[in-house]
């Protein structure tokens, strides 16, 4: 089991940081594991730590006026977790929560806030964190905009296999379908259509197991606006490498 | 017309600077006035000024592989330019373009990133701007997946009319409507479509003038999520409170 500080090292920015101030983030850290639905912050709670998912899955989700429940994304290791609010103080715009259990990396929000307001060098970490998230809720976007319901569903199918080595993957849905419809942004009728219409590109379905016989011909359908085969996506590839390199999963 | 201290110092979380370090920020900044289509940063190219849109309207939007071009959202006074990435150096993963002749204020993006790593204070200053966007583009994301294209327009127009004080508005559209499409992310056809469902919530059009004569009724068709009568958009507010305050508009 890694210890919080080899841990902390690894996380991406943490590692440039000052030996004082990566030794004063240490000591405000401290790894827990949560049991699936467990809730992680609550929107309209002021931030009292931040957390970086390490192991597990993790919904983020917004209830609105109405009731209405938006699954926002899934988040896979490692991210943190809503960051852009934990760092200012305001309250969370989202709720988050296990969706299986999860291992977190837990720093404390107070003194985190007191320590980036008087070591630059962890503000710079902050605000590159922020920039990667705003650099996966802008593809999110795109990824509304620009693609289908099956698209966005061939999309996520190529994420999910993203470590395959030849053209073919077999593995389970992490999602049950009712989740998986809400993360690409459909109704769960249009889900069963979208894998109806991929089964053109070689997707095979037996309940929660899939098999992608043919990952090009699903890419070339998927994801026709990629800038290059196997650059699906820079985000799952930097959080792979990390959890690789630690052994995390 | 305002100097670039005073326009500075409105800008949120700018004010807050220390003396020594607010002149620092005012001495790498200038005001400039651009033409119509006037590219402001291009996406692929390293940030070399960050930008803030204080008059006018101008696009972001992103350039797919395949020449697919997503328009991911049409800035108004006063916000911050692809911040995330003027402040962490990576290139631009979008192109900004003048919708309008606009105005802005240029901060040059080196010499900023030296301030930013050497006081907390405008480290502060700029992890307030980015959780700001953050919670922008989650607001949009929401608007995509539980709002139908038709509540979209909707929600757009009552933004639109965030000023009426009584119950009737009527103004121009300030995009032209292939653009507007694009923003509310449906097809052409599916936007004359949804104006005239919306004709049913008090919504006239000609041409590019439109009224609506009932703005609870739309708000309660394009906003049945909503917090709070009224409350159609915390963002647009202050950026509004900024430019009544300014009278930059």
Known sequence: MLMT???????????????DTFDAVEAISRMIDVPGDAVVCRQGSAPDALHYLLDGRVTLSQ???????????????????????????????????????????ELSAAPLRELIGRRPSLATTMLRGL?????AVTRHIIDLKLRTATQRLGHYLLRLAANATSNRADFRLPLRKGLLAELIGCRQENLSRA?????????????????????????CYALPDSQAPGQTSGLS????????????R
Chains 1, 2 share one sequence.
């Open 5 to 19: 500080g080899e841990t902390l090292q690894a996380l991406p920015g943490f590692g440039d940081l000052d030996a």
């Open 63 to 105: 209830v609105a006026g109405n009731g209405d429940v938006a699954l926002i994304d899934v988040l896979e290791p490692v991210r943190g977790i809503d960051l852009a609010n934990v760092v200012t103080g305001q309250a969370h715009q989202v709720t988050a929560r296990a969706l299986t259990p999860s291992r977190l990396l």
């Open 131 to 135: 920039s990667f998230d705003m650099t």
């Open 195 to 219: 894998f109806a219409v991929l089964r053109d590109c070689g997707v095979e379905t037996h309940g929660s197991r899939v098999i992608l016989h043919d990952i090009d011909r699903l890419r």
């Open 237 to 248: 590839k930097s959080a792979e490498a990390f959890s690789n390199a630690f052994n995390l």
